[in-house]
């Protein structure tokens, strides 16, 4: 961190994102001299190896710069103000700055697809990086995944196929790991974002929506917003935002990333395992947002289904499960029902096939859509 060396460098925020990027060892902050946090319980404590002080006092310390570790929403201009209000000409800037660093260096070796999907998935554990804006029901370890396949994974053999963006916060995280992937610089319309705009009331967010997101739970069509987020991203000759029902919309061709985060209903659920057909043998990528998830278990039925064609690659440590094509499969295998065909103690045993892959905490999530069947 040359850019520091001889500068008095203070942290603001005794966060949560500070003490996991820390652990992780995301980067070095030995140089800092200490942390402002507002919080009277954590004033005049240590936090990480830090003292920790009250912003009052920061005209003793006189920081030059100073690194927010307060993610999630732009606190860098209330810093900036606060700090000139008390007379100093700080310079303030996001721990995001210093993470990306990491993020333009990763170390993945491949020997082969499978190897680079399960590498992808370790590197988006590690990440602590939040770079992403648009607010979104994906955590942070998801979107790192969907970044890093963009960026590290995808050829343009086939779309990225974006299924239920809500807001668009996986388009984003698409979007700016595509805009890392120098093969891809000069290429349009590789994301086929989709998304109906309408259900959200229904959807038992309001929580989501009051406690995590701070908006109002959304009654009408929502997608004026979506398109307004897709385009401070500033890419959207990159995107191809499908808006409407999905089991009426045109599909790509051939498909080389399928995020599934729309099969709500067992209908598009079927939909979406029709289309399968498109999907690249040895290449594509299947990932199933609500596979760690205590609901929708036709979706576990349907990738227990066809056990024969995937290979489970991994999860994250909540919702995505990440599978890997292995040849191509019949469509009249693809057009059968698997609740049409197997008996119900069949069907669990379908649901529960990649369970030996998950963890204790996530069969335990997993076992509750069971009861579900
Ligand atoms: C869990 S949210 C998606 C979250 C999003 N992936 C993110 O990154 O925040 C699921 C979305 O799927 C959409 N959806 C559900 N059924 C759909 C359908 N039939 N066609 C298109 N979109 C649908 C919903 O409107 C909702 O916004």
Same mark, same amino acid.
């Given at each position: 961190m040359n850019k520091f060396r001889n500068k008095k460098v203070f942290i603001w925020g005794a966060s949560k994102f500070l003490e996991d990027a820390l652990s992780k060892k995301t980067f070095n902050l030995s140089f800092c001299k200490g942390i402002f946090d507002n919080d009277k319980n954590k004033i005049g404590q240590k936090f990480c190896g830090f003292n920790v002080y009250s912003p009052d006092e920061i005209t003793s310390f006189a920081p030059d710069v100073i690194i927010s570790a307060v993610v999630n929403y732009d606190i860098i201009s209330e810093i900036k103000k606060f700090t000139l209000s008390k007379g100093l000409d700080t310079e303030i800037i996001s721990i995001n700055e210093l993470v990306k660093i990491r993020l333009? !260096? =990763?170390? &993945? $070796?491949? !020997?082969?697809?499978?190897e680079k999907l399960k590498e992808i998935l370790?590197?988006? !554990?590690? /990440?602590?990086?939040? +770079?992403? !804006? +648009? =607010?979104?029901?994906? #955590?942070? %370890? %998801?979107? $790192? &995944?969907?970044?890093? &396949?963009?960026?590290y994974y995808y050829t343009d053999e086939g779309k990225i196929f974006d299924a239920g963006i809500f807001f668009g916060g996986c388009t984003e995280a698409f979007l700016k790991g595509l805009l890392e992937n120098k093969k891809q610089a000069d290429k349009t319309k590789q994301i086929w974002a989709y998304e109906y705009g309408y259900q959200v009331d229904t959807y038992k967010n309001h929580r989501l929506f009051n406690n995590s997101l701070g908006i109002k739970p959304l009654k009408n069509d929502f997608t004026n917003i979506t398109f307004s987020y897709l385009n401070t991203l500033g890419h959207y000759d990159k995107i191809n935002f499908i808006q409407g029902d999905i089991l009426k919309m045109q599909y790509p061709d051939k498909i080389e990333i399928m995020f599934l985060d729309v099969c709500? #209903? =067992? %209908?598009?659920?079927?939909?979406?395992? /029709?289309?399968? #057909?498109?999907?690249i043998p040895g290449k594509s990528v299947v990932v199933q947002q609500d596979y760690v998830y205590g609901e929708l278990p036709y979706i576990k039925i349907t990738m227990g289904y066809l056990k024969d064609y995937f290979e489970f690659i991994g999860a994250t440590e909540w919702n995505s499960a990440v599978f890997m094509l292995k040849k191509p499969i019949p469509p009249e295998v693809l057009n059968i029902n698997p609740y049409d065909k197997y008996s119900k103690k069949e069907l669990i045993e379908l649901h529960n096939y990649y369970n030996k892959y998950l963890t204790e905490e996530q069969i335990k999530k997993v076992k509750e859509s069971e009861l579900l069947i």
């Open positions: 333009d !260096k =990763p170390n &993945l $070796h491949f !020997k082969n697809n499978r370790s590197f988006a !554990k590690s /990440q602590t990086a939040n +770079i992403f !804006k +648009i =607010p979104s029901m994906l #955590t942070l %370890e %998801e979107k $790192h &995944l969907l970044y890093s &396949l963009a960026r709500k #209903t =067992p %209908e598009v659920n079927f939909r979406m395992q /029709q289309l399968f #057909t498109r999907l």
